[in-house]
């Protein structure tokens, strides 16, 4: 008899590991590990929300749904981006609701891309996209915005586009930028829409951290290239909803009725009581929320001096809840192995750049999440202070 052979598929086989998720499993059994690695919200659901979603399930609110979104959440979709952003779609047939932004990015590239067709992806981002592009058969042309303030610009897009070996056909913005913290302004934003509209190429925006930006209000690219972008957000960060899974897409209905037919093979649809909790936050005032901006804020002023005072280059954190920080130069240009270091001889969790990048030149930085509580955040900084103190000290 034949040994049956394992049939796995070859693109899934070569598909690349998480090297975020790798490394923080990589650590996880260190004893007494003190995590600032996680984008998770450090706040409970709001008691609207959870009061909502138990409602529904009582209701019960448990049967198959609208496979594009339940009408009403559609609609408070609509209401909300035009209240936050000023984003003015004509209706819910321009709005499909995801499991979060991971199936919206899996969704959004399997209908846009053709096998091959290229992705601009400015570097360094979450090591998540570039899994979902590969099982979507797109090609990534990544572009390193090291040198240029962590952004992405016309003249590197001009120069990307000029020397890709791939059909350039859209841009994965992701802003408030996961890990760096940068965003743009809306002076920023106007210069790459025109680029964009001058090459052709189609929007994929992020923007999964408007919600929490600091010094500007947030400016969505949507407002200027509604015919030619899809905007994508949630309520995991913004809500502290991380475990509701609830994300959104915006976009033209021409392209929407496509993304609808890739999300409903997925996916089928969210839960329902799910989409009644999402239309209880939807509705929800900025102000009924501004007490998380404003901790995180207080925790990002914190975490940033306390890397500064250590000698860490940190970059201008504009918005979501991370710090992405130059290790010193006397601990060297691995920022893999001196977060290896920090986690067994520190016991504190951090994430080293090469998780977010395929670019080997400038590996010397680390992300820090601010999202965790106070009292750990004060932990994790007093051990990195010891770890740091101690290793100059022993030189």
């Known amino acids: 008899m034949t040994e049956p052979v394992l049939p796995i598929n070859r693109e899934v086989k070569d598909l690349e590991a ?24 450090g706040f409970d659901t709001p008691t609207v929300v959870k009061e909502a979603t138990k409602a529904a399930i009582d209701g019960n609110r448990s049967h198959y749904g609208n496979s594009q979104g339940e009408p009403a959440v559609r609609q408070a979709v609509l209401d909300y981006m035009k209240d936050r ?16 932004v991971t199936e919206a990015m899996q969704a959004i590239f399997k209908t846009l891309l053709q096998r091959g067709d290229g992705l601009l992806i400015p570097e360094p981002a979450y090591g998540s996209y570039f899994a979902s592009l590969s099982l979507a058969g797109g090609v990534a ?55 964009f509209k001058k090459h052709g190429i189609w929007v994929i925006s992020d923007e999964i951290y408007s919600e929490l930006t600091y010094e500007q209000e947030h400016f969505s ?4 290239l509604p015919e030619q972008s899809l905007v994508v957000n949630g309520l995991s960060k913004s809500h502290a909803m991380t475990g509701y899974r609830l994300g959104f897409i915006l976009g033209s ?4 009725q496509y993304v609808q037919k890739v999300h409903g093979s997925l996916t089928y649809s969210a839960p329902t009581f799910i989409e009644d909790g999402a239309v209880a936050a939807l509705k929800m ?33 504009e918005g979501a809840f991370y710090l992405f920080a130059k290790i010193p130069a006397d601990f060297g240009t691995d920022g893999w192995a001196f977060a290896e270091k920090l986690a067994h001889e520190g016991k504190v969790a951090v994430i080293p750049r090469a998780a977010f990048s395929h670019f080997e030149d400038a590996n010397q930085y680390i992300r820090i999440s601010y999202a965790a509580s106070q ?4 932990e994790g900084f007093a051990k990195l202070k010891a770890y740091v103190e101690k290793a100059r000290a022993n030189r």
Do not use: H, W
Request: charged share 20%.
């Open 18 to 41: 998480d090297k975020l998720l790798g490394f923080q499993m990589s650590v996880a059994g260190i004893e007494g590990i003190t995590f600032l690695t996680f984008g998770e919200p």
């Open 85 to 100: 952003y000023d984003l003015d779609y004509p209706g819910i047939e321009n709005v499909v609701i995801t499991l979060g």
């Open 141 to 195: 042309v990544s572009v390193d915005t090291t040198n240029n303030g962590f952004k992405l610009t016309p003249a590197l897009v001009d120069e990307a586009v000029a020397k890709a070996t791939v059909p350039v056909r859209a841009v994965l913005l992701n802003y408030p930028s996961n890990p760096t913290g940068v965003t743009y302004t809306e002076a920023e934003i106007t210069a790459l829409a025109a680029c």
């Open 221 to 224: 690219i949507g407002k200027l």
């Open 253 to 256: 209905a021409d392209v929407i």
């Open 285 to 317: 005032s900025r102000q009924d929320l501004q007490y998380m901006t404003d901790s995180y804020e207080e925790r990002r002023d914190f975490s940033r001096q306390a890397l500064e005072e250590l000698g860490f280059d940190v970059v201008d954190p």
């Open 375 to 378: 009292e750990q955040l004060t």
